[in-house]
């Protein structure tokens, strides 16, 4: 390894509002570890940069209270990589992915074949597999085909899904409007492997998906999406908002207005990267936000902004001169990334 790097967020945080000073011995520091693998001793960091040591010991202990190093039985050591650790975190996930999808094929494999005969002889004999046939065709507005009710039927006898909760797949399907024999398919196998096999399961299961999309319809109005679908990567981003970082509607609305006003447009990852700053600042609500935008105009007051001019702030104002080429490039990055793993 010959080179080291730092992070977007890093630079962010950071870059702009530290002092030049500290931000060369931090790179200092994560050379001689990432080179040699041991973090330097305040008295070799002063030597190296020509500083005196009590100004190192200051510098440690201020990087060390911004969380990037870590001091533990009295030696100082930099903190976890959140990059490493998100790329190995996007592997295991795209591992399991292809693990499932593999296991989907093998299951497919060894799906049995049903005639229409055996299948009628069960319907005679069960009249819940009747009624299955009989609810599937009001629910699917269609009269079934034999190779419909071959799949219904495998999904009772083949993966052992209960009628009511076959039934309540065909809804929830249908309310999607994804019927395809593909689909419907997919869906009951993950059922079967996720246990879901009471109508109680099953419908707290079609409520949890619900309140998802539900989720992504607010996201789409806020962002005045109404006459198209959504790419695989904004539902991805979506995803990570409501989901994974469980942010409120209203931040990611103010997000929106933010970035449109400083931006022109919506840029997906200049909106992420925004959110990402807020919720590791800890702001909850659009109060938390503004308050923090007042605090920090009051302490730099030469940031204020003339009138008439909507003003950036220290923690939504992530592009420079050159903004329009690093946000392209940015959002390829974070939409690659994305891509594989949410």
């Known amino acids: 390894m010959n080179e080291i790097s730092l992070s977007f967020d890093f630079i962010d945080k950071y870059v702009r509002f530290t002092k030049p000073e500290y931000v060369q011995i931090y790179i200092y520091i994560k050379y001689c570890v990432e080179k040699n693998g041991v973090f330097p001793e305040a008295a070799e960091i002063a030597a190296a940069l020509d500083i005196l040591p009590t100004k190192a010991e200051f510098v440690l202990e201020y990087w060390t209270s911004c969380g990037e190093f870590v001091y533990e039985s009295g030696a100082y050591s930099i903190k976890a990589d959140d990059n490493k650790i998100e790329t190995d975190k996007k592997a295991k ?3 399991v992915d292809a693990a499932k ?3 989907i094929q093998r299951v497919r494999s060894m799906k049995p074949s049903y005639s ?6 069960v319907a005679t004999a069960n009249k819940q597999i009747s009624g299955l046939f009989y609810q599937a065709e009001k629910i699917l507005n269609k009269v079934l085909t034999a190779s419909d009710m071959e799949l219904i039927f495998s999904f009772n006898d083949w993966l052992g899904l209960p009628v009511e909760v076959i039934l309540m797949l065909l809804t929830y399907a249908a309310k999607k409007g994804k019927t395809t024999k593909r689909y419907l398919e997919t869906v009951a196998i993950d059922w079967a492997e996720k246990g879901i096999d009471t109508f109680e399961s099953a419908e707290a299961y079609v409520s949890e998906l619900e309140a998802i999309d539900s989720a992504e319809h607010q996201v789409r109005s806020i962002l005045g999406i109404y006459d198209r679908g959504l790419t695989t990567t904004e539902k991805k981003y979506i995803k990570l908002w409501t989901e994974n970082m469980k942010i409120p509607t209203e931040l990611i609305s103010l997000a929106y207005d933010k970035t449109v006003d400083y931006t ?3 840029s997906w990852s200049y909106m992420n990267k925004m959110l990402q700053n807020w919720v590791e600042s800890g702001f909850e609500t659009v109060a938390d936000v503004k308050a923090a935008d007042e605090e920090f105009y009051k302490n730099n007051k030469s940031a204020e902004p003339k009138a008439n001019k909507t003003r950036p702030s220290k923690f939504d104002n992530y592009e420079d001169a050159n903004k329009g080429d690093y946000a392209e490039l940015e ?8 891509d594989d793993n949410y």
């Open 93 to 95: 996930i795209k591992a």
């Open 116 to 121: 229409q005969e055996e299948i009628d002889a």
């Open 101 to 103: 999808k593999h296991l």
């Open 264 to 266: 022109g447009k919506l």
């Open 331 to 338: 959002e390829q990055i974070l939409d690659m990334m994305l």
